[in-house]
């Protein structure tokens, strides 16, 4: 069994967004942003290779929109997914599962492409099950306003119409995979969005956090940074606030989704409360 970080592309974000009512003064610190308040934003999935299972858990952006809707975001850098799925030795078509932690478009949006005479979309992963949960699809095929921007049809629609969609059973004792080398529980919060799920890997003796949304970067740890993405946001500092302390008190390994900058990072206890410990490159802790 073996792990592989995979960069599906770098975007920018508006920094006020990402950190809501934290004052710029104080968030600009770990997320310098440019002249147009924009902050370094990373989509970095993770591939999981356990004996004949090959599993991505998220697929970024994908690179089927206009170029109006990719001017919002501002890619920047070489990586994409087919390209760092090369690096590592493996293709699309290699991938039996994807796991999507939750469905706005820069976590699910590499999910699906055009069809070949684009005048359609199909699953960019032909091979793979899509899992989502029924409570998120539903939240996501019948969006609130707020969020409607970020829950695109053409994202979401053509994995159920492929006959690939799997929803994951909500149990609390329920893993997604198990083998005699790891375990992946998963993690259900609510705050960014409903029913979001975050994996927890047990591999190699450590617990391997994929932090999705709800721990965006490094710069988020202490508890009041929460997104303005966020439909719950009081309901996100409780759940930081019992994850982080879990986090610490476990000595978790937090993979960072959405930090262009650091992959990995630990948190320790402190008067103020729990705050970053170290950082680490995904090379440092499995290679």
Same mark, same amino acid.
């Given at each position: 069994?073996?792990?592989?970080? @995979? ?11 990402? *950190?809501?009512?934290?004052? &710029? ?14 902050? %370094? ?5 993770? =591939? ?37 799925? &090369? ?7 290699? @991938? ?15 999910? @699906? ?8 979309? !199909?699953?960019? *992963? ?33 994995? #159920? ?18 083998? !005699? #080398? ?18 927890? @890997? ?5 617990? =391997? ?49 959405? %930090? ?10 402190? #008067? ?7 950082? *680490?490159?995904?090379?440092?802790? *499995?290679?």
């Amino acid at each position: 069994m073996k792990l592989y970080p @995979i960069e599906a592309g770098n975007f920018k974000l508006d920094g006020g967004a990402m *950190f809501g009512v934290v004052p &710029k003064s104080l968030w600009n610190r770990t997320n310098p942003a440019d002249q147009n308040n924009m902050i %370094d934003i990373a989509a970095r999935c993770l =591939l999981i290779e356990d004996g004949d299972r090959l599993t991505l858990i998220d697929t970024g952006m994908g690179d089927k929109q206009s170029e109006k809707f990719f001017g919002y975001y501002y890619p920047w850098g070489e990586h994409s997914l087919d390209r760092s799925l &090369k690096q590592h030795g493996f293709h699309r078509d290699d @991938i039996t599962d994807v796991f999507m932690t939750h469905l706005h478009f820069d976590h699910c949006g590499g999910s @699906i492409q055009w069809n070949k005479d684009r005048t359609g979309y !199909e699953p960019a *992963f032909k091979n793979a099950k899509f899992w989502s949960n029924k409570d998120h699809w539903l939240w996501a095929t019948q969006p609130n306003a707020r969020e409607k921007a970020s829950f695109l049809e053409e994202n979401i629609l053509p994995i #159920e119409q492929s006959g690939q969609l799997n929803f994951i059973d909500r149990k609390p004792s329920q893993k997604f995979l198990k083998s !005699e #080398e790891m375990d992946f529980g998963v993690l259900f919060v609510d705050g960014h969005t409903d029913k979001q799920m975050i994996p927890h @890997i047990e591999y190699k003796g450590k617990t =391997l956090v994929f932090m999705a949304d709800l721990l965006a970067t490094a710069g988020h740890v202490p508890l009041p940074y929460v997104m303005g993405f966020d439909t719950r946001p009081l309901l996100t500092l409780d759940e930081k606030e019992a994850f982080l302390n879990t986090a610490a008190d476990k000595e978790y390994y937090l993979f960072l989704e959405h %930090d262009a900058h650091n992959e990995i990072i630990t948190v320790q206890h402190t #008067e103020k409360g729990v705050r970053l410990d170290k950082t *680490f490159t995904f090379n440092e802790l *499995f290679n």
